[in-house]
């Protein structure tokens, strides 16, 4: 096994590290697959409240999918020659949505600390992070157009999360756009500087993980299960969530806590 792939959790932090920057931390089939099972052990770990995903170095943040090993495999242009490249073509579509957390139900939050270039899927894993940072030198892009690929993990996405015109230009164009070009149009919610990076995302890590695990994952939930529904649907769903966040322990804690001037103890229950 590799360290292509860190996975670390400290103080109720998960942190997922792309770490091959001599090759702009491109994912190969044995990052894909890691990557699938840190999202699983982070959903699955009670004691984790939130993760930090982001690369190693300053050259790039990645690059996507590693165009030497994972599209030769999925275009039948190349063998599965090892271990990884077996498990990965096991069952390629399901280990990719969740390691793109495309097709993987996590309520749990994601912050992205984009510490360099992000194309093609290297923007796509932006979509389903819930708090984004970047670099000032961050650049951003669907550049699988011009390579005569599909951008599948951005077609439902990207143009409901920022204006149709803009999702468009970035998808049918491939051209690349700047971190403050990603934060004027809403798809980063700061740019800050490098050696800053880490620290806001900490920082932000650490006020979500001191309130309540269950109100954060709920709240998530509805987000994402209200999408496109009409308003009397989603407020259904809302009450539904409600109800769930109001009888746990840390719903009483909360407020009790509130009234006696005290720090809260969240026991995500």
């Known amino acids: 096994m590799s360290d292509d792939l860190l996975y670390e959790k400290k103080d109720g932090v998960a942190y997922i590290t792309f770490n ?71 069952d390629p579509m399901g280990i ?6 495309t097709d993987f139900e996590l309520y749990k939050p994601v912050i992205v600390a984009v510490n360099g270039p992000a194309l093609g899927g290297g923007t796509e894993i932006l979509h389903p992070c819930d708090i984004r940072l970047a670099a000032p030198h961050a650049v951003f892009g669907l550049t699988e157009v011009k390579r005569a690929l599909f951008p599948g993990a951005s077609i439902a996405r990207l ?55 269950v109100s954060v994952r709920k709240i998530k939930e509805g987000v994402i299960r209200t999408s496109g529904l009409t308003l009397p649907e989603a407020r259904k769903i809302e009450k539904e969530l409600a109800r769930e966040v109001g009888k746990t322990e840390d719903a009483r804690e909360g407020p009790r806590a509130f009234m006696e001037k005290r720090k809260p103890v969240y026991k995500g229950r």
């Open 20 to 90: 091959r920057p001599e090759k702009r931390n491109a994912i190969t089939p044995e990052m894909m697959v890691r990557l699938a099972e840190a999202w699983q052990d982070y959903r699955d770990d009670d004691e984790m409240r939130c993760a930090i995903l982001t690369g190693a170095g300053d050259k790039s943040f990645t690059a996507g999918a590693d165009l030497t090993t994972v599209i030769p495999l999925l275009t039948k242009a190349k063998a599965p020659e090892n271990e990884w490249e077996e498990k990965f073509m096991s």
């Open 96 to 101: 990719g949505g969740i390691a793109l957390l």
């Open 159 to 213: 143009p409901r999360m920022i204006p149709y015109c803009k999702a468009m230009e970035i998808l049918l164009t491939g051209e690349p756009m700047t971190a403050e070009e990603a934060y004027r149009i809403g798809l980063i919610n700061y740019v800050v500087p490098g050696e800053q990076l880490m620290d806001k995302a900490r920082e932000f890590a650490e006020k979500i993980a001191e309130n309540g695990p």
